[in-house]
């Protein structure tokens, strides 16, 4: 029965992996409602902005047009501030995948090896029963010529 010198850093690394994909499941999450929220946002002050067009009619309401106009500032630093966090989060994504490759090379490469080691034990194995096969054929022959 085989096995394989270094299965325990394989499975450290496979826990690596998937603690990397994790990571990455809730970086991507993250990143979605950052941009979710910068879109709802954006529609808010585009709401905003077509109100305080309609409102520069020639009857002008001024408190309503100012409030309006107080408004679409504020949403418009709102707007900016969630643009800026999207940017972070989409930072934040790239650096969990590369993480994440990372992790899946670092699991490959053992791996590649379990596989190679146990396709070595596996041909030695294969030699020693031919060689007691040999061996047995031999003594048979040797046998029978007597």
Do not use: N
């Not at 991507?28 to 077509?50: I, P």
């Not at 053992?110 to 029963?129: F, N, S, T, V």
Request: aromatic fraction near 4%; charge should be positive.
């Amino acid at each position: 029965m085989y096995t394989f010198s270094l299965q325990k850093v394989l499975e450290y690394r496979k826990k690596q992996e998937e603690l990397a994909q994790l990571r990455l499941a809730g970086a991507l999450k993250e990143r979605d409602h950052a941009r979710q929220v910068m879109e709802q946002v954006q529609d808010a002050l585009s709401r905003c902005q077509e109100e305080y067009t309609g409102l520069q009619a020639p009857e002008v309401d001024l408190p309503r047009l100012l409030m309006a106009s107080e408004l679409a500032g504020v949403l418009a630093d709102r707007l900016s501030h969630s643009r800026q966090e999207l940017q972070e989060k989409e930072a934040g994504l790239r650096r969990e995948q590369h993480r994440t490759e990372k992790a899946m090379q670092d699991r490959k490469i053992i791996d590649r090896l379990r596989e190679k080691a146990e396709q070595q034990y596996l041909q030695q194995e294969q030699r020693k029963e031919q060689r007691q096969l040999d061996e047995l054929a031999q003594t048979v022959f040797l046998r029978t010529r007597r």
